[in-house]
């Protein structure tokens, strides 16, 4: 019996004869659904026996020869990094790409490969920002076809049949269409391609972009977001992230801005919620990242979450998280579909977390936000032909999941004498709070671009309403310099300085420097935070520093939720771990080693009555998809 999406709804007494009956669960969708939940009601793995987990099967990335060939030969810089996607599992059959563009199917009770296509789409060369980096796949079934749709780093979206792997001839030209056609503007392939999973919904195929991040000049490509025909790959609607003359928005770009300026992209993952037929897109800074001279206003709809019409593309609601932006504060995460209850009213909202490390919260139907979101003033700019917005905006709930700016709440202070040397350390640059602006001097941005919340993503519990964000503090330091030769008319861009060291090689903030929050959707409180990892809390003992405890560790995935359990994974100092924690408590109840870096959102699903866990691990020459079970 095979369960997609309804699922999440069944009672744990059904689900409880379903496994009696050999059944199978999907996880059909990157997040689990296309709301991005990144939950299951599985519960075959528990509290209790969690600790008997073993590698049910484990799978070699198809690039792991090809890599070690170009490591070996003339071709030594392409080589991929960390091996970030994420499987999806339809009718036992799971389906994963690999970072030099190949996908894959496996049998989901073995890993046994079905079939692999190549799209040779590394031969391309190195991929703009991120290189040779990819994350998910998406199903399409109607008509008695079944495929799996496929967008590449060199600009492609494919169309693959789910059974034999092989391109379907009647879409776009041979089996794919060329993303980097369309958009209004010539578009060089070196600086646009895609990096996410597309969106499946209401037989619609939508996909996003990633654009590079250091510009070349001041028009780069926009980062439009399309939908395409699932059987003949034709265009059905572009969204215009960079309003057009005449069109909604338009306006928030002065002085013709509009028609040169790109990026505005929504490189990170898309949602939807298909019985409304509303597509959420979160979207991304302007060209240039950290100065806005050239593209004065509030220039809509860079840093929104933008909800659109699936049928036609028409905006139906927006809300602009950063106006004009300068931090590079994208938004970097699927936006969470989420059914909570407020103050004794139903709401259908959804969640998106910020780099900023914000939650913002929304009616998902209407915009509105579910509390009171506040325009508050914030530093001006120092730098030449710069106009920042007076204001912006701060989620009055939920309270913040990241520490904000550099001042005496966030410095570290373990003792006087490290304090004080990490104030001597900041004094060669500006600082201040959230939104204080780059800077010709060099202005301390915290948190830094990584987050905060990053393209990791959140999970949703359905039952309870809680809300787990995985989330990382570090700060970073914009320096401002006047851009030469070829990039002269780009006024400034960001040189210099880039770090600011903290005391005796420690970080300059207080711990945690990972951490987990747990937040109560329904109410808009914080349950509990944890840190996340050990971290560097043997280092700091080695100072002579008293025992502090965890003190978190940046690096991170994505969450798993289950019915029974939390699941997140990093590398913590030496160690890979995957960990298991109580949902209420934050507790860990186990931790599991892999035999790589934890380097993909976990997912989970359902064979022949037996519950299995999948991450993706390792990179460069050595991928693998580690898939575990009970024994």
Same mark, same amino acid.
């Given at each position: 019996?095979?369960?997609?999406?309804?699922?999440?709804?069944?009672?744990?007494?059904?689900?409880?004869?379903?496994?009696?009956?050999?059944?199978?669960?999907?996880?059909?969708?990157?997040?689990?659904?296309?709301?991005?939940?990144?939950?299951?009601?599985?519960?075959?793995?528990?509290?209790?026996?969690?600790?008997?987990?073993?590698?049910?099967?484990?799978?070699?990335?198809?690039?792991?020869?090809?890599?070690?060939?170009?490591?070996?030969?003339?071709?030594?810089?392409?080589?991929?990094?960390?091996?970030?996607?994420?499987?999806?599992?339809?009718?036992?059959?799971?389906?994963?790409?690999?970072?030099?563009?190949?996908?894959?199917?496996?049998?989901?009770?073995?890993?046994?490969?079905?079939?692999?296509?190549?799209?040779?789409?590394? &031969?391309? +060369? #190195? %991929?703009?920002?991120?290189?040779?980096?990819?994350?998910? @796949?998406?199903?399409?079934? $109607?008509? *008695?076809?079944?495929?799996?749709?496929?967008?590449?780093?060199?600009?492609?979206?494919?169309?693959?049949?789910? &059974?034999? +792997? #092989? %391109?379907?001839?009647?879409?776009?030209?041979?089996?794919? @269409?060329?993303?980097?056609? $369309?958009? *209004?503007?010539?578009?060089?392939?070196?600086?646009?391609?895609?990096?996410?999973?597309?969106?499946?919904?209401?037989?619609?195929?939508?996909?996003?972009?990633?654009?590079?991040?250091?510009?070349?000049?001041?028009?780069?490509?926009?980062?439009?977001?399309?939908?395409?025909?699932?059987?003949?790959?034709?265009?059905?609607?572009?969204?215009?992230?960079?309003?057009?003359?005449?069109?909604?928005?338009?306006?928030?770009?002065?002085?013709?801005?509009?028609?040169?300026?790109?990026?505005?992209?929504?490189?990170?993952?898309?949602?939807?919620?298909?019985?409304?037929?509303?597509?959420?897109?979160?979207?991304?800074?302007?060209?240039?990242?950290?100065?806005?001279?050239?593209?004065?206003?509030?220039?809509?709809?860079?840093?929104?979450?933008?909800?659109?019409?699936?049928?036609?593309?028409?905006?139906?609601?927006?809300?602009?998280?950063?106006?004009?932006?300068?931090?590079?504060?994208?938004?970097?995460?699927?936006?969470?579909?989420?059914?909570?209850?407020?103050?004794?009213?139903?709401?259908?909202?959804?969640?998106?977390?910020?780099?900023?490390?914000?939650?913002?919260?929304?009616?998902?139907?209407?915009?509105?936000?579910?509390?009171?979101?506040?325009?508050?003033?914030?530093?001006?700019?120092?730098?030449?032909?710069?106009?920042?917005?007076?204001?912006?905006?701060?989620?009055?709930?939920?309270?913040?999941?990241?520490?904000?700016?550099?001042?005496?709440?966030?410095?570290?202070?373990?003792?006087?004498?490290?304090?004080?040397?990490a104030l001597q350390n900041i004094e060669n640059f500006d600082y201040g709070p959230l939104?204080?602006?780059?800077?010709?001097?060099?202005?301390?941005?915290?948190?830094g671009w990584g987050g905060g919340g990053e393209w990791h993503g959140a999970a949703f519990?359905?039952?309870?309403?809680?809300?787990?964000?995985?989330?990382?503090?570090?700060?970073?330091?914009?320096?401002?310099?006047?851009?030469?030769?070829?990039?002269?008319?780009?006024?400034?861009?960001?040189?210099?300085?880039?770090?600011?060291?903290?005391?005796?090689?420690?970080?300059?903030?207080?711990?945690?420097?990972?951490?987990?929050?747990?937040?109560?959707?329904?109410?808009?409180?914080?349950?509990?935070?944890?840190?996340?990892?050990?971290?560097?809390?043997?280092?700091?003992?080695?100072?002579?520093?008293?025992?502090?405890?965890?003190?978190?560790?940046?690096?991170?995935?994505?969450?798993?939720?289950?019915?029974?359990?939390?699941?997140?994974?990093?590398?913590?100092?030496?160690?890979?771990?995957?960990?298991?924690?109580?949902?209420?408590?934050?507790?860990?109840?186990?931790?599991?080693?892999?035999?790589?870096?934890?380097?993909?959102?976990?997912?989970?699903?359902?064979?022949?009555?037996?519950?299995?866990?999948?991450?993706?691990?390792?990179?460069?020459?050595?991928?693998?998809?580690?898939?575990?079970?009970?024994?």
């Amino acid at each position: 019996m095979l369960l997609k999406n309804t699922l999440k709804v069944l009672s744990a007494s059904f689900l409880s004869i379903l496994l009696l009956s050999g059944a199978s669960a999907d996880w059909p969708s990157y997040g689990g659904d296309n709301g991005s939940s990144q939950y299951t009601p599985l519960d075959q793995i528990t509290a209790q026996n969690v600790v008997d987990l073993v590698v049910a099967w484990s799978w070699d990335s198809v690039d792991n020869e090809t890599v070690a060939e170009n490591i070996a030969g003339t071709n030594s810089s392409a080589v991929p990094g960390p091996y970030k996607a994420t499987p999806i599992v339809v009718d036992d059959v799971m389906y994963i790409p690999t970072s030099f563009g190949r996908v894959a199917a496996l049998d989901a009770k073995n890993g046994e490969a079905l079939w692999v296509f190549d799209t040779r789409a590394w &031969e391309a +060369g #190195r %991929p703009t920002n991120l290189g040779y980096n990819t994350r998910g @796949v998406a199903y399409w079934e $109607g008509n *008695g076809k079944q495929r799996i749709f496929y967008a590449t780093n060199d600009s492609y979206l494919w169309s693959l049949d789910a &059974e034999t +792997g #092989r %391109p379907d001839p009647s879409f776009g030209e041979g089996g794919k @269409v060329d993303l980097s056609q $369309g958009l *209004g503007r010539e578009i060089n392939k070196r600086e646009y391609g895609v990096v996410s999973p597309v969106l499946v919904t209401n037989n619609k195929v939508i996909v996003n972009s990633i654009v590079s991040d250091g510009p070349s000049g001041k028009e780069m490509p926009p980062g439009h977001v399309r939908a395409f025909n699932p059987e003949t790959g034709e265009l059905e609607w572009m969204f215009k992230t960079i309003p057009q003359a005449g069109e909604f928005g338009n306006e928030t770009w002065e002085d013709g801005s509009w028609e040169y300026s790109g990026n505005t992209n929504a490189w990170t993952i898309m949602s939807a919620d298909d019985e409304l037929g509303i597509v959420y897109i979160p979207i991304g800074t302007p060209t240039n990242d950290w100065y806005g001279g050239l593209r004065k206003g509030d220039n809509l709809f860079a840093e929104s979450l933008v909800a659109v019409d699936v049928n036609t593309g028409e905006r139906i609601w927006h809300y602009q998280t950063v106006h004009h932006g300068v931090w590079d504060y994208d938004l970097p995460a699927a936006p969470t579909l989420v059914d909570i209850t407020v103050d004794g009213r139903a709401i259908k909202a959804v969640a998106q977390i910020s780099k900023q490390g914000f939650t913002y919260v929304f009616d998902r139907v209407t915009g509105e936000p579910v509390w009171p979101i506040e325009e508050r003033e914030v530093p001006r700019s120092t730098v030449p032909g710069e106009r920042l917005s007076p204001t912006q905006p701060f989620p009055t709930k939920p309270e913040p999941f990241e520490p904000q700016g550099i001042s005496d709440e966030t410095l570290i202070d373990f003792s006087a004498e490290l304090r004080q040397e990490a104030l001597q350390n900041i004094e060669n640059f500006d600082y201040g709070p959230l939104f204080t602006p780059p800077s010709l001097r060099g202005a301390i941005q915290f948190p830094g671009w990584g987050g905060g919340g990053e393209w990791h993503g959140a999970a949703f519990d359905p039952e309870t309403g809680m809300f787990y964000i995985p989330s990382a503090s570090g700060p970073i330091v914009v320096q401002l310099v006047e851009a030469r030769r070829q990039r002269e008319e780009m006024g400034y861009v960001r040189g210099g300085a880039r770090s600011v060291s903290g005391p005796q090689n420690l970080p300059l903030t207080k711990p945690p420097y990972g951490r987990i929050t747990a937040i109560d959707l329904n109410t808009g409180d914080n349950v509990w935070v944890i840190p996340h990892g050990e971290g560097i809390r043997q280092q700091i003992i080695d100072l002579g520093i008293l025992d502090p405890g965890p003190v978190g560790s940046t690096d991170r995935t994505g969450p798993l939720l289950t019915k029974t359990l939390l699941f997140m994974a990093q590398r913590d100092g030496n160690r890979n771990l995957m960990r298991a924690f109580n949902k209420i408590s934050g507790e860990i109840i186990h931790e599991f080693e892999l035999p790589l870096r934890p380097t993909g959102t976990p997912m989970s699903y359902m064979v022949d009555g037996k519950q299995y866990i999948s991450i993706a691990v390792g990179g460069r020459q050595d991928a693998r998809l580690v898939t575990l079970a009970l024994p």
